[in-house]
């Protein structure tokens, strides 16, 4: 086993001796196994806010598109016309 707060060598951890973490040492493991995490959970609420930005995007256009093409104006030609005059006066 190693000390209590001597320098940890990377060749004594590779080589698979065992070695005990000062308290703070295992509090940095700690934050640094959080800042991980929360990394990782930033990247996928980013990659989250995206697709949803882009899915309201899209819903707008789609939204415009369909008022603009799906208005369409009545076009009443001559005959047309006369018909309803004259179903209105037959009445």
Same mark, same amino acid.
């Given at each position: 086993?190693?000390?209590? *707060?001597?320098? &940890?060598? =990377?060749?004594?951890? %590779? !080589? *698979?001796?065992?070695?005990?973490?000062? #308290? /703070?040492?295992?509090?940095?493991?700690?934050?640094?196994?959080?800042?991980?995490?929360?990394?990782?959970?930033? !990247?996928? %609420?980013?990659?989250?806010?995206?697709?949803? #930005?882009?899915? %309201? %995007?899209? !819903? =707008? &256009?789609?939204?415009?598109?369909?008022? =603009?093409? *799906?208005?369409? /104006?009545? =076009? #009443?030609? *001559?005959?047309?016309?006369?018909? &309803?005059?004259?179903?209105?006066?037959?009445?």
């Amino acid at each position: 086993m190693q000390q209590l *707060g001597r320098p &940890i060598n =990377v060749d004594d951890i %590779a !080589s *698979g001796t065992p070695v005990i973490l000062t #308290i /703070e040492a295992y509090f940095q493991l700690l934050e640094h196994q959080e800042l991980k995490e929360a990394r990782k959970a930033s !990247s996928w %609420a980013r990659n989250l806010a995206l697709v949803a #930005i882009a899915i %309201a %995007a899209s !819903s =707008v &256009i789609l939204s415009v598109m369909l008022q =603009v093409y *799906g208005t369409n /104006e009545a =076009v #009443i030609d *001559g005959t047309q016309y006369q018909r &309803i005059i004259d179903a209105i006066q037959a009445k």
